[in-house]
């Protein structure tokens, strides 16, 4: 692979400075053969000797002439830019196997891969600033002076309290029964089983929810111990959609002063899947999109889209 | 054990079994499904030895023992309008046990044999049905995975059917009506088959007659070609 030269070079002046030392090469040899030669053969050893000198001059003479067009269009020529990037490693472009190592045009693909990963994450952090996710009640760049000392009460809860939100939250919708248990530490985790269409597990943190794992009904939540399995995905890709339009959920409906209101938005929300199989998309009217049957629900409306028909 | 219908294709015009198969095998692969291995259904009958009836004075019932590589390690056991006994693979051994009073019909086995492709979360059968040597029928069988309420699902399983099978989807399965919110199991998917196995033995007899009859009739024109 050629690489550019830069401007700086005048190209013209560099073939001819190349042809330059081609004449000087030449006289210089002309130089030795003429030494090489000796005097040739004429009637008086004077001429033979003036000969010899003029010749000797006249070799001596074209190569000075020759030097000094070299040196001439040498400085024409011009200095390679100074603004290479990869400063003394450039120089690895001189290296003429380029088949078993090229190590030059990897090393430039590399900086120039790393140089737009760059660009690219500044963007994304720029985006992703804008839409905060943080769900606790500290104000983003409060002074450690003014920021309160103590944790906010509404991750510090009374697990009795979390206990009663959820029964009554079990008892508001018929078709969806929820089972609360603490097999680790004082976090809950909740079994709701909806209708005969899914199981889902939610990992709580207090009264927020921190995860989801949306399974079949006829799928294992349980491991060999018979503890609840928050790890393994479901088996069937539907499942795996709404797992990934839960945790959207969870974090779109945030209200860090009354995270009840949260749970029970949230358990409003995950109801409407129980027809997840039966309603076809608001917004073409089927039921299958690769595959797939409609697994959004607008977090307004609680219309069924299909993940790519979703405004 | 998702939902599963299954139905009969209908061979298409001027093509053998096979080439209506390769066309259907086509027509899922072009749809993004990945085949998965082979499948195998099979069934055999027996009828109440004569024996026991005459104690009783009942037409003879016939049981419909059938086997289906998805459970590899179940035996189904069914009347017609029964109940379905679904046993371990010994089941097979207590039938020899039980000669006396369950005989094997002649020449009763039918199979259907084929591939299984996945897609999405649709895994689909399509396999030949086979009574001895030779080929019958088609079986296309639909299941889907993650929904296990018949009635749910069905509009869902019917798109899917229009998709590859165009024209000649089926309508809804009986077993849907009777259950209605109950969930699906393997006995409803053997019901199904042995519905199946008996229409295509029907046709079968059908064909059989007719070209019976069509012998019989040309030799009655033969007779008539001699004048007394």
Redesign the interface.
């Known amino acids: 692979m050629a690489d550019v030269l830069s401007v700086g070079v005048n190209l013209e002046a560099f073939a001819q400075a190349i042809s330059a030392i081609q004449a000087l090469r030449s006289s210089v040899s002309r130089v030795f053969d003429c030494l090489k030669d000796g005097m040739r053969n004429k009637e008086t050893l004077e001429g033979r000797e003036k000969a010899f000198i003029a010749h000797f001059q006249d070799n001596l003479h074209s190569v000075n002439r020759d030097l000094n067009e070299l040196e001439r269009l040498s400085n024409l020529v011009g200095k390679p830019s100074e603004n290479h990037p990869l400063h003394n490693s450039g120089l690895l472009s001189l290296d003429p196997v380029q088949d078993k190592t090229p190590l030059y045009s990897q090393l430039l693909q590399a900086y120039k891969w790393s140089n737009k990963l760059q660009y690219h994450a500044g963007l994304a952090s720029g985006l992703l600033n804008q839409q905060s996710l943080k769900r606790s009640a500290n104000q983003m760049g409060v002074s450690a002076k003014r920021r309160p000392k103590a944790q906010p009460t509404t991750l510090v809860l009374p697990p009795q309290y979390v206990d009663d939100v959820i029964s009554r939250i079990d008892r508001m919708f018929p078709e969806m029964t929820i089972h609360l248990s603490r097999p680790n530490g004082t976090s809950a985790m909740l079994l709701v089983t909806l209708g005969k269409v899914l199981k889902v597990i939610v990992v709580m943190r207090s009264l927020f929810i921190d995860r989801t794992i949306v399974k079949g009904y006829n799928e294992n939540v349980y491991t060999e111990d018979g503890k609840l399995d928050i790890w393994s995905k479901s088996n069937y890709q539907v499942f795996q959609k709404v797992t990934d339009h839960a945790t959207t959920a969870l974090l779109h409906y945030q209200l860090p002063q009354m995270p009840d209101v949260v749970v029970r938005s949230f358990m409003t929300w995950l109801r409407s899947y129980i027809k997840l199989f039966q309603a076809p998309c608001q917004r073409c009217g089927k039921f299958l999109q690769d595959g797939l049957p409609p697994t959004w629900r607008d977090f307004r409306t609680l219309e069924a889209f299909h993940d790519t028909c979703r405004q | 054990?998702?939902v599963t219908c299954v139905s009969q294709m209908p061979v298409a015009e001027g093509k053998s079994v096979q080439q209506t198969v390769e066309l259907l095998t086509r027509k899922l692969e072009m749809l993004?499904a990945e085949k998965q291995g082979t499948f195998c259904v099979d069934c055999e009958t027996y009828h109440t030895a004569a024996s026991t009836l005459g104690s009783q004075g009942q037409a003879g019932k016939l049981m419909y023992v059938m086997h289906n590589s998805e459970y590899p390690l179940s035996c189904f056991a069914l009347f017609e309008n029964g109940p379905c006994l679904v046993a371990d693979t010994n089941f097979d051994v207590l039938m020899v046990k039980l000669k006396g009073f369950f005989q094997s019909a002649k020449a009763s086995k039918i199979e259907t044999r084929g591939t299984r492709y996945q897609?999405?979360?649709?895994l689909v059968k399509v396999g030949t049905v086979t009574m001895g040597p030779s080929a019958r029928g088609i079986s296309v069988e639909v299941e889907y995975?993650?929904?296990?309420?018949a009635s749910?699902?069905w509009?869902?399983l019917l798109?899917?059917l229009q998709?590859f099978l165009g024209s000649h989807t089926p309508g809804a399965p009986a077993v849907f009506g009777s259950r209605h919110?109950a969930?699906y199991s393997p006995a409803d998917t053997m019901v199904q088959y042995m519905e199946l196995f008996n229409k295509i033995r029907k046709q079968q007899q059908i064909l059989w007659m007719g070209r019976d009859l069509e012998r019989t009739s040309s030799l009655s024109c033969n007779f008539s070609q001699y004048p007394t």
């Open positions: 054990m998702g993004g897609y999405c979360d649709f995975g993650p929904c296990v309420v749910d699902c509009s869902l798109e899917f998709s919110d969930v």
